[in-house]
């Protein structure tokens, strides 16, 4: 673990694409919380109710970085870069989403964070569902931005999609396929998944294809994927429980998930709003900065 986390400061010090996007506030800082059998990447900023904010697969924790900038003034923010991916450590096995909510918890509870809000995206998502199923009570409100939940709702309707197609790609020979192409691969996503490619900036590219192309992280990347068998068998069990009834916002890019997202949402949680937000595709940070940061403020200022 010592060892990657070297690496993973020694590009972000080489790479001058890593400070070209949007920067954190400098209030905020970051530190390395060993939890759960890994090692977890966090930012930590602001005072005030706590928030925590997950990302998804093809980005990191910094793609939080305006958001976290707008709610640090009232809130305590902690944005985490999930198991195996951005400079969190690259462990082995633990990619279910519901070992990840496990790692969560433990962020917070080494922070001796209690009751948080919670904001998603992508894998976010899936992750954010286990963790509310593992700590009921443990969030107020939550935010859902378009993607789906494995075994949740439309699940196997949404897998014949065909450009979920690299839920399927992974193994050995596909990472050898990737090593050294990490660009080229995640390209595909950020174009194939906007409403405007353009809007997901090259800087943004360069500093994510950097970070991906860290040791051991594509293979984290794709193990995120391989473990959505086990995930769906562990969230048909949650669903037994019942549904949590908090307050949740189900967030689809209209060119993306659209009002899908909030289907998705009904199926696992009793209390859900719908938003869907113009000319966006999946990318809602990137592509619809402005629109999705008022969304997330105006429904965490809502009294319960």
């Not at 990840?100 to 998502?125: E, F, R, S």
């Not at 990472?175 to 997901?200: H, M």
């Not at 800087?203 to 769906?232: C, I, K, N, T």
């Amino acid at each position: 673990m010592l060892r990657t986390l070297l690496v993973a400061l020694s590009v972000v010090a080489a790479s001058p694409a890593i400070g070209q996007i949007e920067p954190f506030p400098p209030a905020f800082h970051t530190q390395d919380i060993a939890t759960n059998g890994a090692v977890i990447h966090v930012r930590v900023g602001g005072h005030g109710p706590a928030v925590v904010l997950l990302h998804g697969f093809g980005e990191t924790g910094d793609m939080w970085a305006p958001l976290a900038a707008n709610l640090a003034r009232d809130h305590l923010v902690i944005v985490p870069d999930l198991r195996g991916l951005g400079l969190s450590s690259k462990p082995d096995r633990g990619f279910d989403k519901k070992t990840q909510g496990y790692d969560i918890a433990g962020v917070l509870d080494t922070l001796k964070v209690g009751k948080v809000d919670l904001v998603t995206h992508d894998i976010g998502n899936m992750v954010g569902y286990a963790f509310v199923s593992e700590s009921p009570g443990r969030v107020t409100r939550l935010v859902l931005m378009d993607a789906p939940i494995p075994g949740v709702g439309p699940w196997e309707e949404i897998l014949k999609s065909p450009l979920l197609w690299h839920f399927r790609f992974g193994g050995p020979d596909m990472e050898r396929l990737v090593a050294g192409r990490e660009r080229i691969y995640l390209d595909r996503f950020w174009n194939e998944f906007s409403a405007t490619p353009a809007k997901f900036s090259e800087a943004s590219r360069e500093h994510y294809a950097a970070l991906y192309a860290l040791p051991g992280a594509m293979h984290s990347g794709f193990s995120q994927f391989a473990a959505f068998d086990q995930d769906v068998v562990d969230d048909r069990a949650f669903l037994a429980r019942g549904k949590p009834g908090m307050p949740v916002l189900a967030i689809g890019g209209d060119k993306s998930f659209g009002p899908t997202m909030a289907v998705v949402a009904r199926a696992a949680f009793t209390n859900v709003q719908e938003m869907v937000v113009p000319e966006s595709g999946h990318w809602l940070m990137e592509e619809q900065p402005a629109a999705t940061v008022a969304a997330v403020r105006t429904f965490l200022d809502k009294p319960i």
